[in-house]
Protein backbone atom coordinates (compact mmCIF):
# COMPACT_ATOMS: atom_id res chain seq x y z
CA UNK A 1 0.00 0.00 0.00
CA UNK A 2 0.98 3.43 -0.98
CA UNK A 3 2.25 5.67 2.36
CA UNK A 4 1.02 2.64 4.55
CA UNK A 5 4.30 3.58 6.85
CA UNK A 6 3.16 6.77 7.10
CA UNK A 7 -0.44 5.70 8.10
CA UNK A 8 -2.10 5.22 11.64
CA UNK A 9 -5.62 3.67 11.25
CA UNK A 10 -8.29 3.34 13.99
CA UNK A 11 -10.48 0.32 13.85
CA UNK A 12 -14.01 1.07 16.06
CA UNK A 13 -16.10 -1.79 16.76
CA UNK A 14 -18.41 -2.85 19.04
CA UNK A 15 -18.08 -6.09 21.24
CA UNK A 16 -20.60 -8.39 22.74
CA UNK A 17 -20.57 -7.26 25.96
CA UNK A 18 -21.88 -4.06 25.72
CA UNK A 19 -25.34 -5.38 26.11
CA UNK A 20 -24.51 -5.44 29.80
CA UNK A 21 -24.76 -2.26 29.90
CA UNK A 22 -27.39 -1.74 27.60
CA UNK A 23 -29.62 -4.86 28.59
CA UNK A 24 -31.91 -3.70 25.51
CA UNK A 25 -29.47 -4.36 22.38
CA UNK A 26 -30.29 -8.01 22.75
CA UNK A 27 -33.71 -7.21 20.96
CA UNK A 28 -31.99 -6.75 18.02
CA UNK A 29 -29.27 -9.07 17.69
CA UNK A 30 -26.80 -6.45 18.75
CA UNK A 31 -24.26 -9.24 20.47
CA UNK A 32 -24.35 -11.70 17.29
CA UNK A 33 -23.63 -8.76 14.97
CA UNK A 34 -20.51 -7.77 16.58
CA UNK A 35 -17.52 -8.30 14.63
CA UNK A 36 -15.42 -11.44 15.72
CA UNK A 37 -12.44 -11.22 17.41
CA UNK A 38 -10.96 -13.84 14.66
CA UNK A 39 -12.29 -11.08 11.99
CA UNK A 40 -10.87 -8.23 13.92
CA UNK A 41 -7.42 -10.83 14.07
CA UNK A 42 -7.65 -10.90 9.72
CA UNK A 43 -7.91 -6.63 9.45
CA UNK A 44 -5.08 -5.99 11.99
CA UNK A 45 -2.59 -8.28 10.29
CA UNK A 46 -3.86 -6.92 6.92
CA UNK A 47 -2.39 -3.46 7.61
CA UNK A 48 0.07 -4.21 9.60
CA UNK A 49 1.84 -6.42 7.44
CA UNK A 50 2.26 -3.41 5.00
CA UNK A 51 3.58 -1.47 7.70
CA UNK A 52 0.78 0.63 9.02
CA UNK A 53 0.35 1.03 12.66
CA UNK A 54 -3.16 -0.32 13.57
CA UNK A 55 -5.29 0.08 17.05
CA UNK A 56 -8.58 -1.44 17.89
CA UNK A 57 -10.93 0.77 20.00
CA UNK A 58 -13.73 -1.15 21.39
CA UNK A 59 -16.59 1.21 20.45
CA UNK A 60 -16.99 5.10 20.24
CA UNK A 61 -16.17 5.89 23.89
CA UNK A 62 -12.62 4.31 24.11
CA UNK A 63 -12.08 5.56 20.61
CA UNK A 64 -13.10 9.62 22.05
CA UNK A 65 -10.86 9.37 24.80
CA UNK A 66 -7.92 8.51 23.15
CA UNK A 67 -8.54 11.92 20.81
CA UNK A 68 -9.46 14.40 23.57
CA UNK A 69 -6.41 12.71 25.80
CA UNK A 70 -4.22 13.37 23.54
CA UNK A 71 -3.21 9.36 22.89
CA UNK A 72 -4.07 9.74 19.55
CA UNK A 73 -2.27 12.88 18.50
CA UNK A 74 0.90 11.61 20.67
CA UNK A 75 1.03 8.76 17.26
CA UNK A 76 4.12 9.74 15.21
CA UNK A 77 2.44 8.98 11.83
CA UNK A 78 1.59 11.92 9.49
CA UNK A 79 -2.03 10.41 8.20
CA UNK A 80 -4.60 8.86 10.79
CA UNK A 81 -7.39 7.39 9.57
CA UNK A 82 -10.61 5.48 11.77
CA UNK A 83 -13.27 2.88 10.27
CA UNK A 84 -16.48 3.14 12.60
CA UNK A 85 -17.65 -0.66 12.64
CA UNK A 86 -19.78 -0.35 15.06
CA UNK A 87 -23.78 -0.83 15.33
CA UNK A 88 -26.21 1.78 15.40
CA UNK A 89 -27.91 4.18 18.27
CA UNK A 90 -27.01 2.96 21.85
CA UNK A 91 -28.93 5.09 24.41
CA UNK A 92 -30.68 4.60 27.96
CA UNK A 93 -33.08 2.22 25.69
CA UNK A 94 -30.57 0.65 23.82
CA UNK A 95 -31.73 2.29 20.55
CA UNK A 96 -31.50 5.88 19.65
CA UNK A 97 -30.89 6.97 16.12
CA UNK A 98 -27.70 9.15 14.73
CA UNK A 99 -25.14 7.49 16.48
CA UNK A 100 -23.04 6.91 13.29
CA UNK A 101 -22.22 10.19 13.04
CA UNK A 102 -20.33 10.92 16.15
CA UNK A 103 -17.27 9.13 15.13
CA UNK A 104 -16.67 10.93 12.07
CA UNK A 105 -17.73 14.23 13.57
CA UNK A 106 -15.37 13.81 16.44
CA UNK A 107 -12.50 12.25 14.08
CA UNK A 108 -12.90 15.47 11.47
CA UNK A 109 -12.64 17.84 14.75
CA UNK A 110 -9.13 16.63 15.49
CA UNK A 111 -7.47 15.84 12.55
CA UNK A 112 -8.32 11.69 12.05
CA UNK A 113 -9.71 10.82 8.58
CA UNK A 114 -12.95 8.78 8.34
CA UNK A 115 -13.27 5.76 6.12
CA UNK A 116 -17.31 6.33 6.65
CA UNK A 117 -18.48 9.51 4.90
CA UNK A 118 -19.22 12.76 6.62
CA UNK A 119 -21.29 12.97 9.54
CA UNK A 120 -24.63 13.78 8.16
CA UNK A 121 -24.25 11.03 5.28
CA UNK A 122 -23.82 8.63 8.16
CA UNK A 123 -26.68 10.18 10.04
CA UNK A 124 -29.10 9.89 7.28
CA UNK A 125 -28.02 6.60 6.10
CA UNK A 126 -29.42 4.72 9.38
CA UNK A 127 -32.57 5.98 8.50
CA UNK A 128 -34.69 3.85 6.35
CA UNK A 129 -37.66 6.72 6.18
CA UNK A 130 -35.97 9.40 5.89
CA UNK A 131 -33.34 8.39 3.26
CA UNK A 132 -35.86 6.63 1.37
CA UNK A 133 -38.37 10.11 1.35
CA UNK A 134 -35.10 11.65 0.46
CA UNK A 135 -34.31 10.03 -2.36
CA UNK A 136 -37.97 9.42 -4.29
CA UNK A 137 -37.96 13.31 -4.12
CA UNK A 138 -34.97 13.71 -6.49
CA UNK A 139 -36.24 10.60 -8.75
CA UNK A 140 -34.53 7.94 -7.52
CA UNK A 141 -36.83 5.03 -7.92
CA UNK A 142 -36.86 3.48 -4.28
CA UNK A 143 -40.34 1.73 -3.21
CA UNK A 144 -42.89 3.52 -1.87
CA UNK A 145 -42.25 3.90 2.43
CA UNK A 146 -44.01 4.77 4.88
CA UNK A 147 -42.30 4.79 8.81
CA UNK A 148 -44.43 4.01 12.49
CA UNK A 149 -42.92 5.11 15.61
CA UNK A 150 -45.03 2.60 18.42
CA UNK A 151 -45.60 5.84 21.26
CA UNK A 152 -46.21 8.50 18.28
CA UNK A 153 -48.11 6.43 15.52
CA UNK A 154 -47.50 6.88 11.98
CA UNK A 155 -45.64 9.72 10.69
CA UNK A 156 -47.53 12.36 9.33
CA UNK A 157 -50.66 10.39 9.84
CA UNK A 158 -49.70 8.52 6.35
CA UNK A 159 -49.89 4.94 5.92
CA UNK A 160 -50.07 2.63 3.24
CA UNK A 161 -53.40 1.97 1.40
CA UNK A 162 -55.23 -1.52 1.54
CA UNK A 163 -54.77 -4.64 -0.13
CA UNK A 164 -51.26 -3.39 -0.81
CA UNK A 165 -48.21 -5.94 0.05
CA UNK A 166 -45.72 -4.55 2.33
CA UNK A 167 -42.39 -5.23 3.83
CA UNK A 168 -42.18 -3.94 7.44
CA UNK A 169 -38.10 -3.36 9.04
CA UNK A 170 -36.06 -1.74 11.72
CA UNK A 171 -36.04 2.22 10.77
CA UNK A 172 -32.53 2.31 12.12
CA UNK A 173 -30.37 -0.89 12.15
CA UNK A 174 -28.87 -2.54 9.17
CA UNK A 175 -28.31 -6.47 9.01
CA UNK A 176 -32.27 -7.43 7.80
CA UNK A 177 -33.13 -6.44 11.83
CA UNK A 178 -36.92 -7.15 11.97
CA UNK A 179 -37.43 -9.27 8.80
CA UNK A 180 -39.18 -12.05 8.85
CA UNK A 181 -41.32 -14.51 6.82
CA UNK A 182 -44.00 -12.48 8.74
CA UNK A 183 -42.88 -9.51 8.08
CA UNK A 184 -44.34 -9.45 4.41
CA UNK A 185 -48.24 -9.31 3.86
CA UNK A 186 -51.18 -7.64 2.62
CA UNK A 187 -52.59 -4.41 4.29
CA UNK A 188 -55.83 -5.73 5.90
CA UNK A 189 -58.00 -4.19 8.94
CA UNK A 190 -55.76 -5.98 11.58
CA UNK A 191 -52.22 -4.57 9.76
CA UNK A 192 -51.16 -2.65 12.23
CA UNK A 193 -51.10 -4.81 14.74
CA UNK A 194 -49.17 -6.58 13.36
CA UNK A 195 -46.72 -3.38 12.31
CA UNK A 196 -46.80 -2.47 16.01
CA UNK A 197 -45.84 -6.22 17.23
CA UNK A 198 -42.38 -6.03 15.25
CA UNK A 199 -41.72 -2.52 16.81
CA UNK A 200 -41.92 -3.63 20.35
CA UNK A 201 -40.20 -6.72 19.52
CA UNK A 202 -37.35 -5.19 18.29
CA UNK A 203 -37.59 -1.55 20.40
CA UNK A 204 -37.70 1.15 18.12
CA UNK A 205 -39.24 2.49 14.75
CA UNK A 206 -40.00 0.77 11.81
CA UNK A 207 -40.08 1.45 8.44
CA UNK A 208 -42.84 -0.12 6.08
CA UNK A 209 -42.51 -0.10 2.28
CA UNK A 210 -43.91 -1.24 -0.77
CA UNK A 211 -42.56 -5.07 -1.12
CA UNK A 212 -40.83 -5.61 -4.46
CA UNK A 213 -40.10 -8.78 -5.43
CA UNK A 214 -37.08 -9.42 -7.20
CA UNK A 215 -33.28 -10.24 -7.63
CA UNK A 216 -31.75 -8.67 -4.77
CA UNK A 217 -28.38 -6.82 -5.48
CA UNK A 218 -25.57 -5.75 -3.34
CA UNK A 219 -23.74 -2.94 -5.17
CA UNK A 220 -20.26 -1.86 -3.77
CA UNK A 221 -19.09 1.79 -4.36
CA UNK A 222 -15.45 4.00 -3.10
CA UNK A 223 -15.30 7.84 -3.69
CA UNK A 224 -11.39 7.99 -4.63
CA UNK A 225 -13.28 10.72 -5.36
CA UNK A 226 -14.56 9.96 -8.91
CA UNK A 227 -16.78 7.42 -8.83
CA UNK A 228 -15.91 3.94 -8.65
CA UNK A 229 -18.50 1.08 -8.75
CA UNK A 230 -17.56 -2.44 -8.02
CA UNK A 231 -19.22 -5.28 -9.52
CA UNK A 232 -22.94 -6.10 -8.52
CA UNK A 233 -23.46 -9.06 -6.78
CA UNK A 234 -26.39 -11.43 -5.86
CA UNK A 235 -27.88 -12.02 -2.20
CA UNK A 236 -29.14 -15.90 -3.04
CA UNK A 237 -30.59 -17.07 0.26
CA UNK A 238 -29.16 -21.01 0.80
CA UNK A 239 -32.06 -22.30 2.67
CA UNK A 240 -34.21 -21.54 -0.05
CA UNK A 241 -32.36 -23.15 -2.78
CA UNK A 242 -31.40 -20.26 -4.30
CA UNK A 243 -34.37 -18.77 -5.06
CA UNK A 244 -33.69 -14.80 -5.57
CA UNK A 245 -36.99 -13.67 -4.53
CA UNK A 246 -36.48 -15.45 -1.53
CA UNK A 247 -36.78 -12.65 1.57
CA UNK A 248 -33.22 -12.42 3.33
CA UNK A 249 -33.61 -12.38 7.13
CA UNK A 250 -31.26 -11.77 9.72
CA UNK A 251 -30.73 -15.66 10.70
CA UNK A 252 -29.63 -15.94 7.00
CA UNK A 253 -27.09 -13.43 7.59
CA UNK A 254 -25.85 -14.68 10.97
CA UNK A 255 -25.89 -18.65 9.41
CA UNK A 256 -22.52 -19.94 8.07
CA UNK A 257 -22.83 -20.18 4.19
CA UNK A 258 -26.41 -18.71 4.54
CA UNK A 259 -26.33 -16.14 1.63
CA UNK A 260 -23.63 -16.70 -1.01
CA UNK A 261 -23.05 -13.62 -3.56
CA UNK A 262 -22.48 -14.53 -6.96
CA UNK A 263 -22.25 -11.76 -9.95
CA UNK A 264 -25.55 -10.07 -10.44
CA UNK A 265 -25.89 -11.84 -14.43
CA UNK A 266 -28.60 -9.17 -15.89
CA UNK A 267 -28.32 -8.03 -18.67
CA UNK A 268 -26.28 -4.94 -19.88
CA UNK A 269 -29.71 -2.64 -19.57
CA UNK A 270 -30.35 -3.46 -16.78
CA UNK A 271 -26.76 -3.71 -15.16
CA UNK A 272 -26.81 0.16 -16.71
CA UNK A 273 -29.51 0.99 -15.00
CA UNK A 274 -28.21 -0.78 -11.51
CA UNK A 275 -25.18 1.71 -11.98
CA UNK A 276 -26.89 4.55 -12.80
CA UNK A 277 -29.12 4.46 -9.73
CA UNK A 278 -26.19 3.55 -7.65
CA UNK A 279 -24.55 6.50 -8.82
CA UNK A 280 -27.03 9.06 -8.55
CA UNK A 281 -27.93 7.69 -4.50
CA UNK A 282 -24.54 7.97 -3.82
CA UNK A 283 -24.00 11.47 -4.71
CA UNK A 284 -27.84 12.21 -3.43
CA UNK A 285 -26.64 11.66 0.27
CA UNK A 286 -23.10 12.82 -0.04
CA UNK A 287 -21.75 9.16 0.59
CA UNK A 288 -17.84 9.40 0.12
CA UNK A 289 -14.95 6.75 0.73
CA UNK A 290 -16.79 3.19 0.78
CA UNK A 291 -21.02 2.64 0.63
CA UNK A 292 -22.89 -0.24 -1.11
CA UNK A 293 -25.88 0.47 -1.97
CA UNK A 294 -29.15 -2.51 -2.46
CA UNK A 295 -31.58 -2.76 -4.45
CA UNK A 296 -34.46 -5.23 -6.24
CA UNK A 297 -34.47 -5.67 -9.30
CA UNK A 298 -38.00 -6.64 -10.59
CA UNK A 299 -39.41 -9.20 -13.10
CA UNK A 300 -39.12 -6.06 -16.34
CA UNK A 301 -35.31 -5.65 -14.83
CA UNK A 302 -35.64 -2.30 -13.24
CA UNK A 303 -33.90 -1.74 -9.78
CA UNK A 304 -35.37 -0.43 -6.87
CA UNK A 305 -33.30 0.97 -4.14
CA UNK A 306 -34.37 -0.16 -0.77
CA UNK A 307 -31.12 -0.06 1.78
CA UNK A 308 -28.02 1.57 1.78
CA UNK A 309 -24.58 0.91 3.94
CA UNK A 310 -22.66 3.92 4.94
CA UNK A 311 -20.18 1.36 6.86
CA UNK A 312 -20.49 -1.75 4.98
CA UNK A 313 -19.58 -5.48 6.29
CA UNK A 314 -15.80 -5.87 5.37
CA UNK A 315 -15.27 -9.62 7.14
CA UNK A 316 -14.61 -12.40 4.55
CA UNK A 317 -18.19 -13.34 4.07
CA UNK A 318 -19.08 -9.68 3.21
CA UNK A 319 -20.69 -8.71 -0.30
CA UNK A 320 -18.40 -5.87 -1.04
CA UNK A 321 -15.87 -8.10 -0.69
CA UNK A 322 -17.17 -10.94 -2.33
CA UNK A 323 -17.91 -8.25 -5.04
CA UNK A 324 -14.07 -7.56 -5.38
CA UNK A 325 -12.73 -11.15 -4.89
CA UNK A 326 -14.49 -11.45 -8.63
CA UNK A 327 -12.21 -8.60 -9.85
CA UNK A 328 -9.22 -10.97 -8.51
CA UNK A 329 -8.81 -9.48 -4.39
CA UNK A 330 -8.03 -11.95 -1.77
CA UNK A 331 -9.16 -10.18 1.59
CA UNK A 332 -6.11 -8.74 2.92
CA UNK A 333 -5.89 -6.67 -0.42
CA UNK A 334 -9.59 -5.37 -0.13
CA UNK A 335 -9.06 -4.60 3.14
CA UNK A 336 -6.51 -2.36 2.27
CA UNK A 337 -8.27 -1.14 -1.12
CA UNK A 338 -10.89 0.74 1.49
CA UNK A 339 -8.27 2.33 3.19
CA UNK A 340 -6.60 2.96 0.03
CA UNK A 341 -10.07 4.16 -1.72
CA UNK A 342 -10.26 6.73 1.81
CA UNK A 343 -7.17 8.02 1.17
CA UNK A 344 -7.60 9.23 -2.74
CA UNK A 345 -10.84 10.37 -1.65
CA UNK A 346 -8.38 13.07 0.65
CA UNK A 347 -6.25 13.46 -2.37
CA UNK A 348 -3.55 12.02 -0.13
CA UNK A 349 -2.82 8.98 -2.94
Keep these: ?67 TGGHIDSIRRPVKLAYDGSESGVGPGGRKPGRKSLVPLVANSYGV ?6 AYACAIGR ?8 LRSMGIRCPRTWCFRPRRGWVLGAEPEPGLRVIVKSTFESWSVGVSEDSVFVVDDN ?16 TVQEFVAGHEVNVPLFGCPEVVIAPPVQALVARASGDPKAILT ?58 VAVSPGIGSRSACYRSLLHLGFD ?19
Design 1 to 67: MTRARDLAIFLVYDRPDRINERPELARSFFAERCVSDEQLDQMIDAYRSVGAYVELFEGEKPFIEAL
Design 113 to 118: ICANSS
Design 127 to 134: HKYHYSTL
Design 191 to 206: YEERVREISERIGQPV
Design 250 to 307: IEDILTENGVSHPLFDGDAETTDRLRQQAVAAFDALEFECFARLDFKVDSSGVPWLFD
Design 331 to 349: HPEFLRLVAGATLASEGLI
